[in-house]
C-alpha cells in the first residue's frame, strides 16, 4: 500500500454495472470520511457523451462501417473501436450478437479459457469476438482514464486501488480479477469481497451509529443479488478488550444467479405470451427482447405506479423499424415471475432442485439450476449450522435443536434487492424460518445505497487498511487443498486413491504464509500432469498440513483443476523430484503455491488459473 497517496479508490467491477468511489485521506478524520463517487464519462448515443455514476458492464462490438468517424471519441485519448457503457447496452439490446455482458461471470467459469476470444459467445464467424479477460480490462481501462481525466492533480496509478469480487469467487476467479486489474495499469492493488464491502459502506454511511444498530452477539447475514450472481455471507459481531469487532465466518458457494436469469424469464414468458398470438421469435430476437425485458423490469420495480411498460423486438427483416414487434410487461407478469419463480415461499429444508442433465449441452455459463434463491438461502444456513462453534463469545448460543444457523439482522446489497417487493419477500421467508424454531425474527439493517455501496465500501476498506477505521477480519473465504495421489501398484480398473492436504486453512489472513516444513511430497516433471484442488467452507479445525483420506460429500468441491508439463530441465522426463509446498494470501487477496525442490534453490510456482501455463521454473519474487 502507498501511504503517501491522497487517495484510496473502490472498484465495483460488477455483472451489469461498475462504479468508482474514493476517499480522501487528507480531509478524513477518524470515522469523520470524505467520501465521494465519480461521475463517469461514457457514451450514450454516437457522438453523444454523458458522465453517471454507473458504467454499465456492456462491450459492443460494431461493425467497421456502423458508425461515422469520432462517434466512439471519448474525452481522453483512447482506441475507439469500440463502446462501453449505457451506448453499449441500448445498441446492444438491438443487435445482441455483437454484445459482450456477463463477462464477470465468464471469467470465473471454470470450464473455457478465459483467455481466450469467446464473447459474445453466440456470434457469428464475421463478428470480432474478445476474451473475458480482455472485456474485464477494458472496463477497468474506462474507469482508470475517467479518474485521471477528473483528477490531472492525482494520477490513478499513484493511488490505493480496492477492486471488489464475490465472496465465492475461487483461486483461479481471483487471480485473474487481479491479472486484468494489472493490464489496466492498476499499481497498488487489493481485493475485497463485495458483502463485506457492502458492510463496510453501510458502517461508514452510519458515522458510529453502527455500534447502536448492531450489539456483541449479532450475526449478520449479507445477502447480495446482483445482475449475475447471488451471494452470502455471515459475519459475526464480537467485543475485544470492550470496543465492538467484526468477523467474516461463512461464505456461500459460487451460485450464478442473479437479474440476468430475471431478464431471461421475464422474455420466456414475454416469448410465450407472442407464440400464444400467433408471433413466433427466433433465438436472435429473443435475445433482443432479453435485454429490452431488464429495461421493462427495472422501471416497473423503481416506481410502484407504473402498471406495465411497453417492450418492442427487432424485426429480422429490412424494415426494422416498421416491422418491429410491439408488446408489454404487466406488473402481474413481473410479480409472478420474480417472486413466484426466484423467491418462492418455501421450508428451510427445503434443498435446491437438481435435475437430470442432458448427455449434450450448448456451451455457455454453469447457471445454478434451481432459480429459486430462497432455497440456496435455506441450504446456505443449514450447512453453516456449525459456523460459530468455534468463535469466541458464540459457544453454546445456537439450541441444540436448531436445523439451521439463526441470523439476528440481515443487510441486504445488489441491485435486485432495491426492490422492496423482493426484499420484503426475503426477510418474511427468513423470519418465518425462524418462528418456526423459536428465534427472534431478524431486523434489517437499513439505509445502503445498493446500487454504490461496494464502490463506497471499497474505497472505505482502503481508508480503514492505513489504521483509521473498523476492521472486518476474514481471511481466505473457505479452506484450501491440493490432492496426492498415493503410491500403489497397478491395480487393474482401479486409479490410486488420493488423499487432500490442506494448503490453507479457513480465515487466512492476507499477507500471511503457510509452510509445510516438515512434509515432502513428489512433483512429476517433464511430463504433462494435472493438479487438482479443493475448497471447503464448513472444515475450519483444518490446520497447514492436514491430510484427509476420507470426506464427505459436502465437505469438499471440487475446483478447476491444472494441466502442466513442468520442464525436466537436465532430469530424466517422469522423474520424480522431492519438493516442500509453501502457499500464501498475498496482499491482494490472491492465493500462490510454490513447490520447493529440497536441497535446490528453485522455486516453481503454481497459480490456480485454468487453461494456461501453469508453473515457472524461475524465481519468484514474492515472498
Known amino acids: 500500500m502507498s501511504t503517501a497517496s491522497r487517495y484510496t479508490l473502490g472498484i465495483d467491477l460488477g455483472t451489469t454495472h461498475c462504479a468508482l468511489s474514493w476517499v480522501d485521506t487528507q ?28 458504467l454499465p458492464s456492456f462491450l459492443y462490438l460494431p461493425h467497421a462501417s456502423e458508425f461515422a468517424p469520432g462517434d466512439l471519441n471519448l474525452p481522453w485519448p483512447a482506441e475507439a473501436s469500440f463502446a462501453v457503457g449505457e451506448m453499449a447496452r441500448t445498441r446492444g439490446a438491438a443487435t445482441p450478437i455483437r454484445l459482450v455482458s456477463s463477462a464477470k461471470s465468464w471469467l470465473c467459469h471454470p470450464g473455457v479459457d478465459r483467455r481466450a476470444p469467446i464473447l459474445p459467445a453466440d456470434a457469428p464467424a464475421e463478428v470480432e469476438r474478445v476474451s473475458p479477460l480482455t472485456a474485464s480490462v477494458r472496463y477497468l481501462t474506462h474507469l482508470r482514464d ?152 427495472e422501471t416497473l420495480l423503481s416506481d410502484a405506479n407504473v402498471a406495465s411498460v411497453p417492450v418492442v423486438v427487432p424485426s429480422r427483416g429490412s424494415k426494422l423499424i416498421g416491422g418491429a414487434i410491439r408488446t408489454e410487461v404487466t406488473r402481474e407478469e413481473l410479480t409472478h415471475s420474480l417472486l413466484e419463480g426466484f423467491f418462492p415461499q418455501v421450508a428451510v429444508s427445503d434443498a435446491p432442485l437438481s435435475r437430470a442433465r442432458g448427455g449434450l449441452t450448448q456451451l455457455g455459463l454453469p447457471y445454478a439450476q434451481d432459480a429459486a434463491i430462497t432455497r440456496h438461502l435455506g441450504a446456505f444456513l443449514s450447512r453453516q449450522r456449525d459456523a460459530l462453534s468455534e468463535v469466541s463469545g458464540f459457544e453454546g448460543t445456537l439450541p441444540a435443536s436448531a436445523s439451521f444457523l ?64 473498523v476492521r472486518i477480519r476474514g481471511g481466505t473465504a473457505q479452506a484450501y487443498y491440493v490432492a496426492v495421489e498415493s503410491n500403489m501398484p497397478a491395480i487393474p480398473g482401479m486409479e490410486p486413491p488420493i488423499q487432500a492436504l490442506c494448503l490453507a486453512p479457513f480465515g487466512l489472513e492476507e499477507g500471511s504464509e503457510a509452510a509445510l516444513p516438515e512434509q515432502e511430497f513428489g512433483l512429476v516433471v517433464g511430463e504433462p500432469v494435472r493438479f487438482r484442488f479443493f475448497g471447503s467452507s464448513v472444515r475450519r479445525q483444518d ?48 492465493l500462490e503455491l510454490e513447490a520447493l525442490p529440497v536441497g535446490s534453490s528453485e522455486r516453481w510456482k503454481i497459480t490456480f488459473d485454468a487453461r494456461a501455463d501453469h508453473l515457472a521454473d524461475q524465481p519468484t519474487t514474492s515472498l
Open 146 to 297: 475517467a479518474w485521471n481525466q477528473a483528477h490531472p492533480e492525482a494520477p490513478f496509478d499513484a493511488q490505493d486501488i480496492t477492486v471488489t469480487i464475490p465472496a465465492s469467487f475461487d483461486p483461479g476467479a481471483r487471480e485473474l480479477t487481479a491479472e486484468a486489474a494489472q493490464q489496466a495499469g492498476y499499481q497498488n492493488l487489493t481485493l475485497l469481497e463485495e458483502p463485506q464491502a457492502a458492510l463496510y459502506s453501510w458502517i461508514q454511511r452510519s458515522q458510529g451509529q453502527w455500534r447502536k444498530d448492531v450489539q456483541r452477539g449479532d450475526l449478520i447475514l449479507v445477502i447480495d443479488v446482483g445482475g449475475g450472481t447471488t451471494d452470502l455471507s455471515l459475519i459475526a459481531v464480537l467485543e475485544r478488550e470492550g470496543n465492538l469487532e467484526l468477523q467474516r465466518v461463512a461464505v456461500g458457494d459460487h451460485i450464478l444467479l442473479g437479474g440476468d436469469n430475471m431478464d431471461l424469464a421475464l422474455a420466456y414468458g414475454v416469448a410465450r405470451k407472442l407464440a400464444g398470438q400467433g408471433t413466433q421469435l427466433d433465438a436472435w430476437q429473443t435475445r433482443a427482447l432479453a435485454h429490452a425485458c431488464r429495461q421493462a423490469k
Open 406 to 469: 439463526h441470523p439476528t439482522a440481515v443487510l441486504f446489497n445488489g441491485g435486485v434487492l432495491k426492490s422492496n417487493l423482493l426484499a420484503e419477500r426475503v426477510l418474511n421467508t427468513l423470519n418465518g424460518w425462524l418462528s418456526a424454531e423459536g428465534a427472534t425474527p431478524a431486523r434489517l439493517l437499513g439505509g445502503a445505497d445498493l446500487d454504490l455501496a461496494v464502490a463506497r465500501g471499497a474505497a472505505y476498506y482502503g481508508y480503514v487498511r492505513r489504521g483509521r477505521g
Open 27 to 54: 480531509a478524513s478524520e477518524g470515522e469523520k470520511v470524505v467520501q465521494g463517487v465519480l461521475p463517469i464519462p461514457q457514451l450514450t448515443a454516437p457522438g453523444a457523451v454523458e458522465a453517471r455514476d454507473l
Open 543 to 590: 490446520s497447514v498440513g492436514t491430510l484427509l483420506d476420507f470426506w464427505g460429500p459436502d465437505e469438499l468441491q471440487e475446483l478447476a483443476e491444472i494441466e502442466a508439463s513442468l520442464p525436466a530441465q537436465g532430469r530424466t522426463a517422469g522423474e520424480i523430484v522431492r519438493v516442500q509446498l509453501h502457499a500464501r494470501v498475498t496482499e491482494a487477496g490472491v
